[in-house]
Structure formats: structure tokens, C-alpha cells
């Protein structure tokens, strides 16, 4: 009992301690079934749904998202202004190693089905929402209170199946980590 109390404790240090802060100039790609390595839903870290991408953005089922394993640590949530969704770390992505490695940062951020390959449809869809490269800010360590949009970036056979109009490119970043 006594060491239950002192582990709450110290989680609530931790937690108090760790503020939320910007990080700029990111590179903010898409990705999804048909551009996966190999095809599918498949990731390479279990974040408590498994071995598959998924999530609808919200703080509680954070949407999938892969990048330099020295970036983000594993499970790591972020909040991503640009799509009004939150993200969870569990996917590896090689470009973005790259990129990391050339001090680059990059995140790429799943779209759509787990079931469902969107082939190229889902890949130029995937194109449409990424924005110019480094032009993006993302909120690590996140308030769960931020505005979530839960609407699927892509639908195979939905009329638009790319939901371009679900980015939000004019957000203000000064409207985050303002505590």
C-alpha cells in the first residue's frame, strides 16, 4: 500500500512537472494500408490496441503516427493542430530517420482503414493532405482538452473519400501551451 502511494506521488510530480511545449518547422507527411511497409495496418510498437494502426484523434484514442525513434519516445502522445487530432508514437518510419538524421524533424501520420487498402486513390489522397515541407508545429506533452476533429482523413468509396476539408492549415499556434 505504502509503496502504491509514494509510485501516485511521484506520477504526479512527473506529471506537473512535464509542461507542454511547441515544436516548429515540422515536416508533416501521410501514410496508410497501401503505402505501409509491408501493405497493411501493421506497426512496430503496441500502445495498447495492438500491433495495428488505428485511432479516431482524440486524447483517449490517439491516431497513429510514425517517426525518428531518437524524436519521440514509444507511445509518446502529441497534439497535431494541423488536423485537430491528437497522435500516438507507434510506428516506425524510414524517411523520417533520415530526416532526423540530417536535423530534419518529420512526422507521418496514418490515414484511414486498417481493413481496407485505398490504393492509389488513398496514396494521392495521402499527398493532397500534406502540407509544404517544415511548415508545421505540433504540442508535445498536451492539455486532453484541445478542439479533436475525429473525422477519418480518408474513406475508400466515400464521396470525398480524401477529406481535405478535416486539415486546418490557418490554426494559431499560440493558442496552445498557454499555460
Known amino acids: 500500500m505504502l509503496f502504491a502511494v509514494i509510485a501516485t506521488i511521484a506520477s ?4 506537473a512537472s512535464a509542461s507542454c511545449t511547441k515544436m516548429g518547422y515540422m515536416t508533416h507527411t501521410f501514410y496508410g494500408y497501401p503505402d ?3 501493405p497493411g495496418p501493421a506497426i512496430a510498437h503496441d500502445c495498447g490496441r495492438g500491433y495495428s494502426a488505428g485511432g479516431t484523434g482524440t486524447y483517449s484514442d490517439p491516431l497513429t503516427f510514425a517517426s525518428a ?10 497534439y497535431d493542430p494541423y488536423t485537430k487530432k491528437y497522435l500516438r508514437m507507434e ?6 530517420e533520415t530526416d532526423w538524421s540530417n536535423g530534419i524533424r518529420h512526422i507521418d501520420v496514418w490515414t484511414g482503414s486498417t481493413t481496407v487498402n485505398g490504393g492509389q486513390d488513398q496514396i494521392n489522397c495521402e499527398n493532397a493532405l500534406t502540407p509544404a515541407d517544415r511548415s508545421q508545429t505540433i504540442v508535445r506533452n498536451p492539455a486532453n482538452t484541445y478542439p479533436v476533429d475525429t ?8 464521396n470525398p473519400s ?6 486546418y492549415p490557418s490554426y494559431n ?7
Open 91 to 96: 510506428d516506425d518510419c524510414a524517411q523520417c
Open 173 to 179: 499556434i499560440n493558442d496552445y501551451c498557454t499555460t
Open 36 to 38: 505501409n511497409s509491408p
Open 12 to 15: 504526479l510530480a512527473v506529471s
Open 162 to 167: 480524401c477529406r481535405t476539408s478535416h486539415i
Open 151 to 158: 473525422t477519418s482523413l480518408y474513406v475508400k468509396g466515400a
Open 69 to 78: 525513434t531518437s524524436e519521440f519516445s514509444w507511445c509518446e502522445i502529441i
